[in-house]
């Protein structure tokens, strides 16, 4: 399946999710962030697929080192599409859902699985 890797997550409104990194502390001791860009699919992707959850503190090197490759393939990815196996998208489609709020749930299923859309 063919998946847009520059596809912008949108908010119920039509307007964009908005990337934020970190940007130092404010005077409070409270840490601060700034926009760094749209939220793409890419960058959703590769952040469930580097993430470690609570409930997998048991998951095998191996395990961790597949979902790191498949990151690293979706992140170096040159072309605007990427082609992704039935296996790498069920992988994808289950730490996406760990990892995000329904809405972008929703969305990032209907554009890697659009079958999974009810």
């Given at each position: 399946?063919?998946?847009?890797?520059?596809?912008?997550?949108?908010?119920?409104?039509?307007?964009?999710?908005e990337e934020?990194?970190?940007?130092?502390?404010?005077?409070?001791?409270?840490?601060?962030?700034?926009?760094?860009?749209?939220?793409?699919?890419?960058?959703?992707?590769?952040?469930?697929l580097?993430?470690?959850?609570?409930?997998e503190?048991?998951?095998n090197?191996?395990e961790?080192?597949?979902?790191g490759?498949?990151?690293?393939k979706?992140?170096?990815?040159k072309?605007?599409?990427?082609?992704?196996?039935?296996?790498?998208?069920?992988?994808?489609?289950?730490?996406?859902?760990?990892?995000?709020?329904?809405?972008?749930?929703?969305?990032?299923?209907?554009?890697?699985?659009?079958?999974?859309?009810?």
């Open positions: 399946m063919k998946i847009d890797l520059n596809f912008v997550i949108k908010k119920l409104d039509g307007t964009d999710f934020f990194e970190p940007d130092g502390f404010d005077q409070e001791g409270k840490p601060k962030f700034k926009k760094s860009g749209k939220l793409t699919i890419s960058k959703i992707l590769t952040d469930a580097t993430a470690n959850y609570n409930a503190q048991k998951i090197a191996t961790k080192a597949k979902r490759w498949l990151a690293m979706i992140y170096n990815h072309e605007k599409t990427i082609e992704l196996t039935v296996e790498e998208i069920k992988v994808c489609k289950d730490l996406v859902g760990k990892r995000y709020s329904a809405l972008v749930v929703a969305t990032v299923w209907g554009i890697i699985d659009p079958g999974s859309v009810e």
